[in-house]
């Protein structure tokens, strides 16, 4: 049942999101930016021209061609066949991490705003102090504690995230709580559990889906800058980030190897931002009105 | 069980709040009883206690500020009073219904109707989505909602402020209660949905066989619905009667002053007669008797000692609280 309470709650929230995307022209050309990029990521072993980690020596550093339309690297790999190899790696860390810290942060959230009290005052503190780290500094120190790999870099971003939603999954729960169709919830003798799961999630879940599409934006980021700093994935795997720090090492001989992975991560984040910005601007006064 | 034994029986029931850096009562020395079958309506102003009364039956008084510090409350036998939360959620919603004032804020908005309906059912009644999906169109059609079956899905939003009051009624109902307490439910509707809501109540009473206590402060509502009737003022009962005796004998003086203040079409009155002064804060309770302060024919016994709740001599269901209308043999608790 709580299942479908989700579907009806969530094709509610849906339908919210729906209308505030009809409303609002900039997240329409982010959502489409978006999942073009998405699409190129998920059909890279199809599209992609060369193997991305396919090495020829006689073309290294070298600048758009027919050949090779973005260039080539330091050991004569293909740059767009890397971007979009690196595209799918990047798409995986920031979904699952951001996912993940979805789920922990709202629920953390949600909690603490619905019981309230001395719990949700520790909770928040807590919260708080996860905030005081910038969250690139918090990847570093945990990259830097649990070592560098593509389940600790998604550990890493998560870990920064949590606080975030935590925060954004409190707030309206407290508002909603006191709601009149929750004490009739209570009238009808419903748990704790359930009114939480059932009739206060469904209410505030698009508030928490347009925090996570800002959030991807900043897992991209953080993702990037830990591979830039070489704290990333490790090589020879195609990342965004990675393939930043190469150009940058060789950026007196080829400009192409660092500005074409830094067109890439600046579209993701540019139409993931225009994204949440639209759907938040087109969603906050009518959740804020209620019904 | 003998047949009238009443399903709910409140034995001096006290509910306190914290205010200030005290705890004071809200409802003081409150008893009655309903049988299956019967209504019994509470009338009072806003903040008599009449309301904290059925949130102290739900056990839904919020504990933060709030509790139940002495008394019993008897259901079907059992005392609600000091029983746990979870034995007491078996019984909200399942045995002991609410509905609430505000039909346009008491459905959540995310959730279609139908879903709201049947969630009780599968709560209470471990019926799967099918079968509390039949269920609750079932009871569309007994709460008088049009085209039940194509309203189904609908969100709240898109129903009349009478339409939601029936859903809310519908699901108070879902799992046919022992008991519906019914707090102000017509009071933000039109006049004719008003009567519409009250009519079915009294039919879904009468073919359930469910006692019900009406919240009310609406004197009309009260003669049409109830069977008895409780007057309550500043927390205390002042005054019980079966409906008829309490319009044709009003005895306390609020009671008096209450019908006088019904605005009348068929008498030629010149403005309406409000009763002076308010109702006393619940830190500020007067000594004597807490009507006393406001009541025309106050003497100096009012002020000095409470009056107790009296049987009138002749039909012994009529009570009231009042040293001048119904004395008391014995001297009150002072």
Redesign the interface.
């Known amino acids: 049942m709580s299942t479908l309470a989700l579907r009806h709650g969530s094709s509610y929230a849906l339908q919210q999101l729906a209308r505030a995307f009809n409303a609002n022209a900039t997240s329409w050309i982010g959502l489409v930016t978006f999942l073009a990029i998405v699409a190129l990521a998920l059909l890279a072993p199809l599209i992609s021209p060369y193997d991305p980690l396919d090495q020829d020596i006689l073309v290294r550093l070298e600048g758009p061609s027919a050949a090779h339309w973005f260039g080539t690297d330091s050991y004569g790999r293909d740059i767009l066949s890397r971007l979009l190899w690196g595209a799918r790696l990047s798409l995986v860390i920031s979904t699952v991490s951001i996912l993940t810290a979805m789920l922990i942060g709202g629920i953390i959230g949600i909690l603490a705003g619905y019981i309230g009290g001395r719990f949700d005052m520790i909770v928040m503190q807590a919260m708080d102090v996860l905030l005081s780290f910038p969250s690139l500094i918090m990847g570093l120190m945990v990259v830097a504690m649990l070592g560098a790999s593509m389940g600790n870099l998604m550990i890493a971003i998560a870990l920064t995230a949590i606080a975030p939603f935590a925060r954004i999954a409190r707030a309206p729960t407290i508002l909603v709580k006191e709601r009149d169709y929750i004490e009739a919830c209570r009238a009808l003798g419903y748990s704790d559990l359930r009114i939480m799961a059932v009739h206060i999630l469904p209410n505030i879940i698009a508030e928490i889906l347009v925090m996570g599409s800002l959030w991807l934006a900043t897992a991209i980021r953080i993702e990037a800058s830990l591979s830039f700093i070489g704290l990333g994935v490790r090589p020879p795997t195609a990342t965004w980030g990675g393939m930043i720090r190469e150009g940058f090492e060789n950026i007196l001989d080829s400009a192409s190897l660092s500005v074409f992975p830094s067109l890439a991560i600046l579209l993701v984040v540019f139409s993931l931002n225009m994204l949440g910005d639209g759907l938040r601007d087109a969603i906050d006064p009518k959740l804020r009105g209620g019904e | 069980m003998t047949a009238d034994a009443p399903i709910i029986a409140i034995e001096n029931l006290v509910t306190e709040f914290r205010t200030g850096g005290g705890w004071h009562p809200a409802v003081r020395d409150v008893s009655f009883a309903v049988q299956r079958n019967e209504t019994l309506a509470i009338v009072g102003e806003s903040g008599c206690g009449k309301s904290v009364t059925a949130l102290s039956i ?1 056990g ?1 008084v919020p504990p ?1 500020n709030g509790r139940v510090a002495s008394g019993h409350i008897r259901f079907a036998g059992r005392d609600l009073v000091g029983l746990d939360e979870e034995e ?7 045995r002991i ?2 509905i ?1 004032q ?1 039909p346009m ?8 109707v139908g ?1 709201q309906i049947a ?2 059912l ?3 009644r471990d019926m799967g ?1 099918r079968e509390a999906d039949a269920s609750a169109l079932e009871l569309f059609d007994q709460v008088k909602i049009p085209s039940a079956r194509q309203r189904f899905a609908d ?3 898109q129903f009349s402020g009478g339409m939601r009051q029936r859903v ?1 009624i519908a ?2 109902l879902a799992c046919r209660p022992e008991l519906l307490l019914a707090d102000e439910p017509t009071t933000a509707l039109d006049v004719t949905i008003q009567a519409q809501v009250l009519s079915l109540l009294a039919e879904l009473k009468a073919a359930y066989g469910m006692a019900m206590i009406f919240i009310t402060h609406n004197l009309g509502v009260v003669a049409s619905i109830a069977d008895r009737v409780a007057v309550m003022y500043a927390g205390e009962i002042v005054e019980t009667a079966p409906v008829n005796e309490l319009f044709a004998r009003p005895t306390h003086p609020y009671t008096e002053l209450l019908l006088r203040s019904i605005p009348r079409v068929d008498r030629d009155t010149v403005g309406l007669s409000a009763i002076a002064g308010q109702v006393p804060s619940i830190g500020a309770m007067p000594s004597g008797c807490r009507f006393a302060p406001r009541c025309p024919l106050r003497e100096e016994i009012c002020t000095r000692r409470d009056p107790l709740l009296v049987k009138l001599s002749d039909p012994g269901d009529h009570q009231v609280r009042c040293w001048l209308r119904a004395p008391s043999s014995e001297a009150g608790h002072g």
């Open positions: 739900m839904l933060a007491m959620r078996k019984l909200r919603g399942d219904s609410m609430f505000e804020t008491s459905l959540n908005p995310v959730l279609t879903f969630e009780a599968h709560y209470h989505r969100y709240p939003h809310m699901m108070a």
